[in-house]
DNA sequence: ACGGCCATAGCAAGCGCTTTCTATGCGTTA
DNA sequence: TAACGCATAGAAAGCGCTTGCTATGGCCGT
């Protein structure tokens, strides 16, 4: 059978009680007494029952971390930073000392049942923490559901923290959520497009991810914003095609926009992979980069910089953001005020936007 | 307080272990009595308990996923892959009903120690699975850990499963390792200096990855085997350059490469990430692809296909074998025959290879 | 030198679920 | 009609740990 704590406690002539407060070191126990229950832990090899200390306990030490495609770099740098500060690298030792957490990560694939589906999961092993990554689907009945959800989770005494994602804006406010860290994705897609603006586009595809999803509609809205003060706003929606956020969206995407206007001069992708669709479709149709059309991306995932030319996009602190993010909940840090955090993105000019032909 | 499963019974007037029947489905219960229960659990709400589940049952229902870096779309492929095979998309009932799993995956960051703790971690949750992907560490200390800690996880009921990582070789056969899926990067690697070779390339470098890592160790070697087939094995060693599996190395190795042999005509890749960095390099030093030098990677990551010129690589069959994994690990499919599988590696020529110039 | 207090350690009662074993009621068969 | 068996439901004993409360001993103050 596997060793239990009441093995060690036996071998190290203690009880079953003290063995526990020497692993999770909440209550005064003699230093002799530690050595003798440390070093039983250690000839037995001893590994805690987590499910036995959660229930016991009433919490677990696993922190779930939701992404919507964990074979995308944008949510991998999240995960992995956030990660990066709940998990444990030092001490592997059995007890659950200190914070030492379990990081999960979970891959809805953008679905609304499956992100459903593992809050519950998340809920059921009485997670200590919960961060959601990226953007929300916008429909009123899973909004609902899912701050319904969060609230339970809340409730149970898990810490919820949103990356990447706008405060849920929903009768009851917040719903305990702990903190809501928002990429200020309307301002940089405002100020990219101003940018080509300012180069001296007029004709500017838009290349946007899915419907129904805030980040799509705040990088549109941010996009719109800037032709409307342009005096453009009649080009925006005739030139907006809506795809997913892959690769081959932006191809498909592009030869569309293509068809609807041959003289574009500019493309804003919704992001840089779609970006990079984009850039091949254009190819393809013969149009070279920048000289004859511009490309834009959004995020700055760490090849952008490395295409050929090198991709103008707007940058997005990605691993901090989740790293922070991971410190929220793991209570290492104070919730911004209001529990509501703006992350800023930077415009990176590069080689793909340059003037159009005159 | 939240709803337990006596409370579901209570509401249901029936006794809790009905309750835990209906809901794991394996005992007969009259259907009436089902709908009575499947109702109650609904109207209050109810959500098992993880934990107190796993402690009774003496497994949980999660499944571990190690990978070395979660930010690299080499290990969130596998990973997206294997958990579509185990999470649970549909029912988001309240029982742990069908296979319905919850994969976690762990960010190792390709260090033994962290790759370590988290083995033990999933060992303390008891979970019912493991599958670890990617290169091992080659350090025997290290080695022996591993398999020591596999062989507890087994021991304790969990399938071990190997997803881009060589059988364990080590006396006393495998540990309980269940499958193992492992990739031709050997023969992967031949083909493609085979190729190089045969547009006539001799001066040919080497991006390896970090040293003691068993895919840097095959890759370098069927590199070192098409090169000892030409008569060429002395130029090997010199022109071979380690550094990480990362952007920044390949641009890094490749400067030092160009330092050593400015005459090179060609540069393979540990992988595609490395290949930009190389191609980067390259270009800054005023190199152009292929005319001047052929550059190729290794995976046939999806951007591999965009980059300009599109990237000449090996084609791993990284979705399905991570699928895979995730049905071995699920039980769902049969293990190969001898618990090894070779995961075939497809040469893939593009634009950045060509003839040297002559 | 004695009562009292602090520092430690042990006792024992659960935490919420699963599962074995037992009980009940009905349909069957002779 | 009586004995038997099957299908279904309940009782209860844990699973291994945490933690509130209690017990013990040594040291202090006076």
Not at 293 to 320: H, I, Q
């Amino acid at each position: 059978m596997t060793v239990t704590l009441a093995d060690v406690a036996a071998r190290a002539q203690v009880s079953p009680a003290t063995v526990s407060r020497v692993l999770n070191g909440n209550y005064p126990v003699a230093a002799a007494t530690r050595e003798r229950v440390l070093r039983a832990v250690d000839d037995l090899d001893y590994v805690l029952n987590g499910p036995a200390s959660a229930l016991a306990a009433a919490t677990s030490d696993l922190v779930g971390i939701l992404v919507n495609d964990i074979a995308d770099p944008f949510f991998g740098i999240m995960a992995g930073a956030a990660q990066s500060q709940i998990g444990g690298p030092e001490g592997a030792g059995a007890g659950r000392a200190g914070g030492e957490k379990l990081a999960i990560v979970c891959n809805t694939g953008g679905s609304p049942e499956r992100e459903l589906t593992y809050l519950t999961l998340l809920q059921r092993q009485r997670a200590a923490a919960v961060i959601l990554t990226g953007g929300a689907i916008e429909d009123p009945g899973h909004s609902t559901a899912v701050a319904a959800k969060l609230a339970k989770l809340a409730d149970g005494g898990a810490r919820v923290v949103l990356c990447g994602r706008p405060p849920l804006e929903l009768p009851g406010g917040g719903g305990g959520v702990a903190a809501a860290l928002a990429f200020d994705n309307r301002g940089g897609a405002r100020r990219l497009t101003e940018h080509l603006l300012a180069l001296g586009h007029r004709r500017i595809g838009y290349v946007a991810g899915p419907v129904e999803r805030t980040t799509t509609r705040h990088r549109l809205e941010g996009h719109r914003d800037a032709m409307d003060a342009a005096g453009l706003g009649g080009v925006v929606e005739p030139l907006t095609v809506h795809g997913s956020y892959d690769r081959q969206s932006g191809y498909d995407a592009t030869l569309e926009l293509l068809r609807r206007e041959p003289e574009l001069t500019a493309v804003v992708a919704a992001n840089d992979t779609v970006a990079l669709g984009a850039c091949a479709a254009l190819r393809e149709r013969g149009r070279s980069i920048p000289d004859d059309v511009s490309v834009a991306g959004f995020d700055d995932l760490p090849f952008s910089a490395d295409t050929m030319p090198a991709l103008t996009t707007v940058r997005l602190p990605l691993y901090e953001a989740g790293a922070r993010a991971g410190r929220l909940a793991m209570g290492r840090e104070a919730a911004p005020p209001g529990g509501i955090a703006s992350v800023p993105a930077e415009l990176m000019v590069r080689g793909s936007t340059a003037g159009p032909r005159s």
